[in-house]
């Protein structure tokens, strides 16, 4: 699938002529190339344009093109020369029209209300569709754009723009030419516009804006503001100035993923850039803040030194990932950001803990492999492994490897192994040795620990999301970069760091009894540590000396075990005593994920009595601080009393049905409706939700009319996805419907129909509706988005479901998502046999918990 290596672009010159509001734009690209002498044959990139005009000239002038053909497959233009090339550079010039597309892809056209947009998304293999270009990432080049379009408009493209011309309806902008970039890089947004105030950053005095439609200019403030702490501690990190002439951050309309790192250019969904400070959630903030930051991470890491190919697209990613949240932590310390880093992390334990997960490095051949692999892997764990393997090294060696690796590499391309060179010389380590069986291979260890005289013995093997099924084989251990948390029988507390590269070893830890020791301090390796009874007792009455994060490891390392079959359920549940008065709110959030599981899956499968015991034990743990916090909040309140008082209507509302609850909330929510400020923006999105359980055709309207009327891209997204949590079934019919309609954007259909399925009164009807209406859904299901869609299909729980699934998709077949359905139907078996497993235990502790009750 890759293009012939001896063809190199160096210059691409683009003129555009583009009207947002018809359905097509017409181009002329001009590249210069360096090829053999003597070639006959020119293969480029070239998918759903309409080539006209097709001009090769070498130095001794021009050259004949006796045939251009499209090799559909390979999505190449291939050129045969009647001649071939009589010197080593050349320059081909294609005239050429495409489509200005509706899928999110190449240049697509994005609606506001009446407004139309052009904008671009190339990544990963989507220039192609946009001109005719040498489509991989190491066939970087330097590009200048020239755009004509309606007078009125504004284009923002990667560079500034060096000149305007304005003719009677259009005008013609020309943007400077930018350094050497990789053609998935290249931007390109025109429409109706406004800007922020520029604000300058950095070494070079970096101008920065921020960019939305008409009227959210009051929302850029924050963006902003994130954009310059960032720029600058990224400057400060790399030792080096921000790259690119400018820096425009811009709000699309409808935008598949949820931000794109063009150079000098990055755009972002509206939600994840445009905020009212007045209305906004303290988790929205944060998220914000952390897109920005990853996006701008990459300016350096993956624009300035790319990938060579798509198999270390993870390095790119898992490296801004982990940027992202050590700069936003160091902005604002007070979000204890890496808190949210470990709830994105569980879903990357959940992913790998599948047989048919996959290694972070992982072979890509086609575009739609590269597309598969913008996944939880890739991203988080990847972003794991880079933490772990900087907290081994030390923050100091690390920081000089990666500042080696970008200056050698600037303006270039690289590979994995030339980082792991680059950290091995700053620090004087085996980094490739210990960091190879972690991108590498599929799957993580877990670490089965138990005290003996001296210390610890450890015991380490591939983590199985279902032992029921048998062991797993024995594979090669992994070298574990792991830290210790201990205590001993002094009352001193000791962090010590082990690397433990044999399947079982023992850890002195001192002599004298030890009072608690937890084998993942900080939650800096990706692995899973579970600790033998004695111990867990003893981290149980050590509670509060274990640091939040290590009390949210504990919890999902314990339910790891539960679903794994090593633990029982009852060492989750027997918790709830403990955590009735916790004060973080991320702790509760982690417990928050097994309720659920158990709640939608073994709970329905209860007699009625027993149903409303599992909810009564839920209520009795959690109302009470839900009560004493109440639902107003009060002014000037610390961000964490909120989110505490959020994630605990998130327990008692959504697991309980609790009737204090169930009273309060409709009032709260018809005073939101008439009032925004009316409700503290931490309960909206699960008080707009809870309402809707309940709700009846008057507040779907309400709802439908706050979607039109709401004037921030959080305040929409709140009341559309609510949309899905009715039980009126002629309702869910509407929401259905709306799916196929421009009232619900394109980037938000997978998403909602997500949410359709995660309801119990949605799911069959959903699914029926996916089904039948495939013709006219599928367009509107984008492929970076598809793998999402099949992602949520398992919570449809039977062996049906799973056949019907599995037909559905060999007739039906998503290439974006050929992995993800694999990991579906494994998870529809995998907790078919769970719930089989668990369902007695739940029975079980419940009767203890009645018999306890009654003495």
């Not at 993923?257 to 850039?273: C, D, I, K, P, Q």
């Not at 210790?484 to 044999?502: A, D, F, Q, S």
């Not at 030890?514 to 993942?520: E, K, P, W």
Request: aromatic share 8%; with cysteine; charged share 25%.
């Amino acid at each position: 699938m890759r293009l012939p290596s001896d063809v190199l672009p160096s210059r691409y010159a683009l003129q555009l002529e583009i009207d947002p509001k018809r359905s097509h734009f017409d181009g002329e690209v001009r590249i210069d190339l360096t090829a053999p002498k003597g070639l006959r044959t020119l293969e480029l990139h070239c998918v759903d344009l309409d080539t006209r005009e097709i001009e090769v000239l070498d130095r001794a002038g021009p050259v004949e093109v006796s045939s251009a053909r499209t090799d559909h497959r390979l999505e190449r233009l291939v050129l045969r020369l009647r001649t071939g090339l009589r010197s080593p550079s050349a320059q081909l010039r294609i005239r050429y029209s495409g489509p200005l597309r509706d899928d999110l892809r190449g240049l697509y056209s994005a609606r506001s209300g009446r407004r139309r947009y052009a904008t671009t998304q190339l990544e990963a293999a989507d220039a192609r569709r946009f001109f005719p270009c040498f489509d991989e990432p190491d066939k970087k080049a330097r590009f200048a754009l020239s755009v004509t379009f309606p007078k009125g408009l504004v284009a923002v493209s990667n560079s500034p723009v060096v000149k305007r011309e304005r003719g009677t309806r259009t005008e013609t902008w020309a943007f400077a030419e930018t350094p050497p970039l990789s053609t998935y890089l290249i931007a390109l947004v025109i429409g109706e516009l406004e800007s922020s105030r520029m604000r300058r950053a950095g070494r070079r005095h970096t101008p920065i804006r921020i960019w939305g439609v008409p009227g959210s200019k009051s929302q850029m403030g924050f963006a902003l503001e994130a954009a310059e702490a960032s720029l600058v501690r990224l400057e400060r990190y790399f030792a080096l100035p921000y790259p690119y002439e400018k820096l425009d951050l811009i709000a699309v309309p409808d935008f598949e993923f949820g931000a794109m790192e063009n150079a000098g250019a990055v755009t972002f969904r509206e939600s994840l850039l445009l905020v009212d400070p007045k209305t906004i959630s303290l988790p929205e903030r944060k998220r914000v803040a952390e897109v920005i930051a990853h996006e701008l991470a990459h300016m350096w890491f993956g624009d300035l030194v790319t990938m060579a190919w798509w198999d270390d697209l993870w390095l790119n990613e898992a490296f801004a990932t982990w940027m992202a949240y050590s700069v936003v932590d160091d902005w604002k310390p007070e979000w204890k950001l890496w808190l949210d880093f470990q709830q994105a992390r569980s879903q990357a334990f959940n992913l790998d803990s599948l047989k048919n997960t996959h290694p972070i490095y992982t072979e890509v051949r086609t575009p739609d492999e590269a597309t598969e692999n913008f996944d939880r892997i890739t991203y988080e764990k990847g972003a794991s492994v880079v933490r772990m393997i900087e907290r081994w090294l030390g923050e100091r060696p690390f920081r000089t490897g990666v500042r080696s690796y970008i200056q050698a590499h600037r303006e270039s391309n690289a590979r994995a192994s030339d980082l792991w060179g680059a950290l091995e010389a700053a620090s004087g380590r085996p980094v490739e040795h210990v960091v190879k069986s972690w991108i590498s291979r599929a799957g993580f260890p877990v670490l089965h620990v138990a005290p003996s005289e001296t210390g610890i013995r450890i015991r380490q093997e591939r983590y199985s999301s279902d032992l029921s099924r048998g062991t797993p084989a024995q594979e090669e251990p992994w070298p574990i970069p792991a830290v210790l948390r201990w205590r001993g029988e002094r009352g001193r507390t000791h962090v010590e760091p082990h690397l433990i590269e044999g399947r079982e070893e023992s850890l002195e830890l001192g002599p004298g009894a030890l009072s608690f020791v937890y084998a993942n301090a900080a939650e800096s390796g990706f692995y899973r540590p579970l600790h033998a009874e004695e111990l867990l007792d003893q981290l149980e009455r050590n509670w509060t000396r274990l640091a939040s994060v290590e009390r949210m490891g504990l919890i999902e390392h314990q339910w790891a075990g539960v679903r794994a079959g090593t633990a029982p359920l009852r060492s989750v549940l027997d918790l709830l005593p403990r955590l009735a008065s916790e004060e973080e709110p991320e702790v509760l959030r982690t417990l928050y994920a097994p309720l659920a599981w158990i709640h939608d899956q073994l709970v329905p499968a209860l007699p009625a009595p027993k149903q409303a015991a599992f909810s009564a034990q839920i209520s009795a743990v959690f109302s009470p601080s839900l009560r004493e916090l109440g639902l107003a909040g009060r002014k000037r309140e610390a961000d964490d009393r909120r989110a505490l008082r959020a994630i605990l209507l998130q327990l008692v509302g959504t697991l309980t049905e609790d009737p204090s609850i169930e009273e309060e909330v409709p009032a709260r929510v018809r005073a939101y409706l008439k009032d925004r400020a009316s409700v503290d923006a931490n309960l909206a999105t699960c008080l707009v939700g809870l309402a809707a359980r309940s709700g009846n055709k008057s507040l779907y309207e309400a709802y439908l009319r706050a979607m039109k009327a709401a004037k921030t891209p959080q305040e929409r997204t709140r009341f559309q996805f609510a949309l899905a949590a009715f039980r009126d079934r002629a309702l869910l019919a509407r929401t259905l419907e709306l799916l196929l309609t421009p009232r619900i954007p394109t980037q938000d259909v997978v998403i909602l129909i997500g949410h359709l399925i995660s309801n119990p009164e949605a799911r069959e009807m959903t699914w029926s509706f996916v089904q039948e209406r495939w013709e006219a859904l599928a367009p509107r299901i984008s492929t970076g988005l598809a793998s999402r869609l099949v992602a949520a299909l398992p919570a449809l729980q039977t062996r049906t479901h799973r056949k019907e699934v599995a037909a559905f998709f060999r007739a039906h077949p998503l290439p974006a998502a050929a992995r993800a359905l694999r990991q579906a139907l494994e998870r529809f078996d995998l907790e078919a046999r769970q719930r089989k497993r668990l369902l007695p235990e739940l029975r079980s502790w419940l009767r203890d918990l009645a018999s306890e009750a009654s003495r």
